[in-house]
C-alpha cells in the first residue's frame, strides 16, 4: 500500500471549506491540518457546527475542499477518488441500511455495491453477522431491530469491502447509554484486534476520551489542540473545581459567585454554565477554604462542591477559550 509517511493512514494539510457565498458564508474549515497514525482509534472532537462532518465528508471523497490537500491510506483524495474510497469505509451520521431488508439482506447488498461475487457477498455478511452479534436477528427486518443493532449493522455494512480505514460520523448519538457502551467496545476491537484505522467524530468529550488511542479538538474550523487525552489533560497542571449554585440563585448571584472565585489567588479559568461554576486550582484541597471564604463572602451558598483531575472539558475550555457545552449550542462561523 502506498504511503506519504511511514505509519501515517491519513494526512489533512490545510484544509479550508467554505459554504454558501456574501454575507451567508460560513467558513466550515479554516486550514485544518492533521495526521493519523495507522491502526488507532483517532478522535476529531469538536462541538455541533465545528467542521468535523465537513473534515470528514473530504477526507472520504464526498466533498472537495476549497483549499488544502489530503491523503487516505496513501492516496491523494483529490487526485486519485476511485482508489481512495476503495481503501475507506464511511458510516455517516444518518443511518445507511434499508429498513424493509433484513439485516443479511443489507449486508449482501452492501458487498454487492462494493463488486463482490454473490457467494463472496453472502459469505462477508456471514462472517460480519457474527462478528458483531447480530447473527441471532440475521433474518428479521431491520427496521425492527434495536437502536443499538442497527447502528453495528451501518458499522458492519462499512466494513464490507475490507476497508483500511474506517469513517465513523458521530457514531453514538441518539443511543442510550447501554448500546453506546456496546458499541465502543466494538469500535475498540476493530483498532485492536483488526489493526483497522479508525477516525471518529464526536461532540462526546467522554466517548473521545474512552476510545481515542489520540484527537484533536476541532473548534469553530480550526484544531485548537492535538494529543492523546492523557497527554492534553496532564497538560493542564493543578486540579479542577466545580461548584454546584443553588437552583434558585439568578444570574446576579452567579455573577457574584464568579467574580468573587475569581479573586482567589492561585485560582483560574472561572466559567459559570448553566448553574455549575468551574475553575482551575494549582492544589485543590489547598485552595478550598479559599474558594468557600469567596463565595460566604459574596453571599452565594453552594450545593455541592467537586474536585477532580482536569478532563477533557478543562482542556477544551483551555484552548478554546470557552466552556465545552456552550459552543456546542452555537453553531456556525460567518466568515
Ligand atoms: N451543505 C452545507 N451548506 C451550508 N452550510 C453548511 C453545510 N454543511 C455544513 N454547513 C455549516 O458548516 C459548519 C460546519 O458544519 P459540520 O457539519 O461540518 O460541523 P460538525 O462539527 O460536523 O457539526 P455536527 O456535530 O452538528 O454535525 C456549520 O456551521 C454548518 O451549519
Known amino acids: 500500500m502506498p504511503t506519504t509517511r511511514s505509519g501515517t493512514a491519513i494526512e489533512a494539510v490545510n484544509l479550508g471549506k467554505t459554504y454558501g457565498r456574501g454575507e451567508k458564508a460560513v467558513r466550515a474549515l479554516n486550514g485544518v491540518s492533521f495526521a493519523v497514525p495507522t491502526g488507532v482509534v483517532f478522535g476529531l472532537l ?67 455495491v462494493y463488486g463482490l461475487s454473490r457467494r463472496d457477498a453472502r459469505e462477508r455478511a456471514r462472517e460480519l453477522l457474527t462478528r458483531f452479534g447480530l447473527g441471532d436477528a440475521a ?40 448500546a453506546r457502551a456496546g458499541l465502543w467496545a466494538e469500535i475498540d476491537r476493530l483498532a485492536a484486534d483488526d489493526g483497522l484505522t479508525v477516525l471518529l467524530t464526536t461532540h462526546y468529550l467522554e466517548e473521545a476520551d474512552r476510545l481515542a488511542a489520540r484527537l484533536v479538538i476541532v473548534d469553530a474550523g480550526r484544531v485548537v489542540a492535538e494529543g492523546s487525552p492523557e497527554q492534553l489533560k496532564n497538560e493542564l497542571h493543578g486540579d479542577s ?18 467574580h468573587a472565585v475569581g479573586a482567589v489567588p492561585g485560582v483560574a479559568d472561572v466559567t459559570v454554565d448553566g448553574g455549575v461554576l468551574r475553575a482551575r486550582v494549582g492544589n485543590g ?29 478543562d482542556v477544551y475550555l483551555r484552548h478554546a477559550g470557552r466552556a465545552f457545552r456552550e459552543a456546542d449550542r452555537t453553531e456556525g462561523v460567518l466568515v
Open 139 to 178: 433474518d428479521r427486518l431491520a427496521g425492527k431491530w434495536s437502536g443499538g443493532m442497527q447502528r453495528k449493522l451501518d458499522v458492519a455494512m462499512g466494513l464490507v469491502h475490507r476497508p483500511r480505514v474506517l469513517f465513523l460520523d458521530e457514531p453514538t448519538t441518539g443511543l442510550d447509554p447501554e
Open 241 to 258: 473545581v466545580q461548584v454546584e449554585l443553588a437552583a434558585g440563585d439568578a444570574g446576579d448571584a452567579r455573577h457574584r459567585a464568579r
Open 46 to 112: 469538536g462541538p455541533n457546527g465545528a467542521g468535523k462532518s465537513t473534515a470528514v465528508r473530504i477526507l472520504s471523497t464526498l466533498s472537495k475542499p476549497d483549499s488544502g490537500t489530503a491523503t487516505v491510506a496513501g492516496f491523494d483524495v483529490r487526485r486519485d477518488p476511485a482508489r481512495a474510497r476503495r481503501a475507506i469505509g464511511y458510516v455517516s451520521q444518518k443511518p445507511a441500511f434499508d429498513p424493509m431488508a433484513t439485516g443479511r439482506e443489507n449486508l449482501v447488498l452492501s458487498g454487492r
Open 285 to 313: 484541597a489547598a485552595a478550598l477554604p479559599g474558594v468557600l471564604a469567596a463565595l460566604d463572602a459574596a453571599g452565594v451558598v453552594p450545593t455541592a462542591i467537586t474536585m477532580a483531575r482536569p478532563s477533557l472539558d
